[in-house]
């Protein structure tokens, strides 16, 4: 059975720093492209940070791109998502997937609230 497992989440002030973790298990973890999924309050689902299955090609959207980093060790099934200097707006439920547009195929999220 296929699965994810999201974990890290938190709350956090305005400027400080937050890192999430993610496991996959019951499929070939090291084949698959992997992507960080957010849903912020009253939004709709947005593809923050897309990993390819070795690591070397990676992306995140222009708004994250100089904060956060995405990254992987195919040795323990894990993918994670490095997170500076965040923001209110990145406030919401992050999911780590493997359907680029985050509906399906993904963990049960974890929550991340930045505020003071």
């Known amino acids: 059975e296929e699965r994810l497992v999201e974990s890290g989440g938190g709350l956090v002030q305005p400027g400080g720093s937050l890192s999430l973790s993610c496991r996959g298990s019951g499929f070939t973890f090291s084949k698959y492209w992997m992507y960080w999924v957010r849903q912020s309050p009253g939004k709709g689902l947005e593809r923050v940070s897309t990993i390819d299955p070795d690591g070397e090609y990676k992306v995140s959207i222009d708004s994250v791109e100089d904060r956060f980093d995405i990254f992987r060790d195919n040795s323990k099934n894990m993918i994670y998502l490095s997170m500076q200097n965040l923001k209110p707006e990145d406030t919401g439920v992050y999911y780590c997937?493997?359907?680029?547009?985050?509906?399906?195929?993904r963990g049960q999220g974890t929550q991340v609230t930045v505020s003071s």
């Open positions: 997937t493997l359907d680029p547009t985050g509906a399906t195929r």
